[in-house]
């Protein structure tokens, strides 16, 4: 028990900062206020691979016909995401994203 309550301190602490995360650029702003928050960082993780996704998402776009079901298939799903990623966050909740759950782009603090 002793480890989860510093974590659950940290999820308490840290819902609405991680929420924010998820409208694009402000991504930036939680791991700038709060960058050893493993909860923080999960959800910073995955707004950024998710911001991504939708980036080269909609530079399929260029092509036309089928780079435009690409580019729309793209932003419906990080639409979609972005409302589920809020949603976990200000559960408190560090689940996974579909696809761009499993895309480490931050380490965790002290690796």
């Not at 791991?31 to 998402?57: D, E, W």
């Not at 780079?67 to 589920?84: A, D, E, P, R």
């Amino acid at each position: 028990y002793e480890t989860e309550a510093p974590l659950d301190q940290d999820v308490e602490d840290n819902k609405m900062l991680s929420a924010l995360g998820y409208l694009g650029p402000m991504v930036i702003l939680p791991l700038i206020l709060k960058p050893n928050s493993p909860f923080v960082r999960f959800h910073a993780n995955q707004s950024i691979a998710l911001l991504l996704f939708s980036v080269l998402c909609s530079i399929c776009g260029i092509v036309p016909f089928f780079g435009w079901m690409i580019s729309t298939f793209g932003w419906v799903f990080t639409l979609v995401n972005v409302f589920k990623g809020f949603g976990n966050a200000m559960s408190g909740k560090m689940k996974k994203l579909p696809i761009v759950g499993d895309i480490k782009i931050l380490g965790n603090r002290g690796e």
